[in-house]
């Protein structure tokens, strides 16, 4: 079973920076690709970025410009660098990580929470 742990959520003042990571149980070139998605209360989980093992990088409208995705290798480890952050980039992000193949396995991580205070 894979398992993806989170860690660098918290508390933020808007125009702050946070880095999440979330590091993956098992080698990530397994993986067609991780990322990380966010989902606020009353609202959809939402794509952030992605990364896929060819290293094609994805971003969502509202944070191009301001997040970073990036990854660790030999750790195993996907990172989020967030700039600029706004009070509406509070929400709970999620890591996921999917696999290869026509029915793909699927691997959330358990959320870690971010909050931007204006």
């Known amino acids: 079973q894979v398992q993806l742990v989170e860690s660098g959520g918290g508390l933020v003042q808007a125009g702050g920076s946070l880095t999440l990571s979330c590091a993956n149980s098992?080698?990530?070139?397994?993986?067609?690709?991780m990322g990380w998605y966010r989902q606020a209360p009353g609202n959809q989980r939402e794509l952030v970025a992605t990364?896929?093992?060819?290293?094609?990088?994805n971003y969502g409208s509202s944070v191009k410009g301001r997040f970073t995705i990036s990854r660790n290798n030999a750790k195993n480890t996907v990172y989020l660098q967030m700039n600029s952050l706004k009070p509406e980039d509070t929400a709970v992000y999620y890591c996921?990580?999917?696999?290869?193949?026509?029915?793909?396995?699927?691997?959330w991580g358990q959320g870690t929470q971010v909050t931007v205070s204006s």
């Open positions: 098992r080698n990530i070139f397994n993986f067609k690709f």
């Open positions: 996921k990580a999917e696999g290869f193949g026509y029915n793909p396995e699927v691997y």
């Open positions: 990364i896929t093992s060819g290293d094609t990088i």
